[in-house]
Each structure stands twice: as C-alpha cells, then as structure tokens.
T-cell receptor, first 117, second 114 residues
Framework: EAGVAQSPRYKIIEKRQSVAFWCNPI?????LYWYQQILGQGPKLLIQ????????DSQLPKDRFSAERLKGVDSTLKIQPAKLEDSAVYLC???????????????FGQGTRLTVV | AQTVTQSQPEMSVQEAETVTLSCTYD???????LFWYKQPPSRQMILVIR??????QNATENRFSVNFQKAAKSFSLKISDSQLGDTAMYFC???????????FGTGTRLTIIP
C-alpha cells in the first residue's frame, strides 16, 4: 500500500518569500490533516479536511497560511509571506474517515522541513 | 481545551532493558482515545499503540504496553526488551468524541544504548 506522499522534503527560503507544500494522501482516505511541528515541540494541527471541506482550521494563521484540497484528493499548503517563526516540519496525514472508530488510525507522510532565513 | 503533557524530555536505557514513558492529559470529556506515536529520524509518525477510554483493559502490542489510569488521567507506555530500533521521539496523543482533533504532547526523546 502506498503511503502518504509529501514534497518537497526540504525547502529553504528567505523571509517574506512564498512557499507551497504538496500532499498526496492514501487513495480513498477522506480525511486529510496538515500539522506544523516546530523543533522540540509536538505536532500542532493547522487544518483538517473531510473530503474537500474544511472541518477545523482554528489554529491556521489565516493572514499568511492557506490550504486547499481540490476534488477531495491532493492538498497544498501555502505560506505567503513567510516569517522566521514558520521554520518547522510540516506533516501531512490522512485517515479513511473519522479517527473515532475502532482500529482507525492516521497515516503520516515524512514531512517537509522548512527553513526560513 | 484538551492538553497532553509529557514531563520527560529525554530518556535513555540500555538495550534489552525495560523503559516507561509518562503522559498525562486533561479533558472534561468521558469518551476519547489515547495514542502513542513513534517518530524516528526519518520524521514519519508511526502509531505504536492505541487505547479506548471506555476499555478498562490496558492495550498491548508485542513489546509495547500501556498503563491507563482514567481517574488519574495518566497514560504511560512501557517498552519491554528494548531494541536499538526503538530509538526515536515518542509522542502521546489524544482525541475526543467532541471535536475529533488529534492533540499531541511535546514528546520524549528515547535513546537505546547498545
């Protein structure tokens, strides 16, 4: 079974530049998550999609971050303009449906490490 | 708001020994799930074990087991016969039936010493 694919693996940009990350979830997974993991911290949920609708984006800094999931499959996360504090690993995860079912789990990609200089 | 606390930033243990990682959480909900995830240097989160709050029996997965104390809101992970491949960051995580948001703790860096 193919896993969650993310690209790029690494990205270095200057502050105030723009950047985009791409995620291809496991085929058939309805739920997609974007997490931000700052060094030394646990992942923080930025946005959660159910198919192509947003379930939760309460922690997404909407003045600079945006995300979309066209056709309920692939997703992109964009930062414009980037700040130094955006340096982090951005993780994408997917699950078949809600995690609130017996045996269900989220599958994670390998993440994109963003460095803003 | 739900919070997850891991009070041990780093731990190390000799290979083949047993180690216990601590986790406490705070919630007003009665129905929820708890997880332990492993994050090796490759950065990919891997589910280690899962516990449903309505189950009294502690979950086990081969060398991994949990001690779930619902009243104390404690959820520790025990790794028996530790192996070099267990070296990783370990995150405790929580999800409740209310908002379905998976919340992570700050992690414990575990090093298995040969």
């Amino acid at each position: 079974e193919a896993g969650v694919a993310q690209s790029p693996r690494y990205k270095i940009i200057e502050k105030r530049q723009s950047v985009a990350f791409w995620c291809n979830p496991i085929s058939g997974h309805a739920t997609l998550y974007w997490y931000q993991q700052i060094l030394g911290q646990g992942p923080k949920l930025l946005i959660q999609f159910q198919n192509n609708g947003v379930v939760d984006d309460s922690q997404l800094p909407k003045d600079r971050f945006s995300a979309e999931r066209l056709k309920g499959v692939d997703s992109t996360l964009k930062i414009q303009p980037a700040k130094l504090e955006d340096s982090a690993v951005y993780l994408c995860a997917s699950s078949p449906a809600s995690l609130l079912g017996q045996g269900r789990k989220a599958f994670f990609g390998q993440g994109t490490r963003l460095t803003v200089v | 708001a739900q919070t997850v606390t891991q009070s041990q930033p780093e731990m190390s243990v000799q290979e083949a020994e047993t180690v216990t990682l601590s986790c406490t959480y705070d919630t007003s909900e009665n129905n929820y799930y708890l997880f332990w995830y492993k994050q090796p240097p490759s950065r990919q989160m891997i589910l280690v074990i899962r516990q449903e709050a309505y189950k009294q029996q502690n979950a086990t997965e081969n060398r991994f087991s949990v001690n779930f104390q619902k009243a104390a809101k404690s959820f520790s992970l025990k790794i028996s016969d530790s192996q070099l491949g267990d070296t990783a960051m370990y995150f405790c995580a929580f999800i409740d039936f209310g908002n379905e948001k998976l919340t992570f703790g700050t992690g414990t860096r575990l090093t298995i010493i040969p």
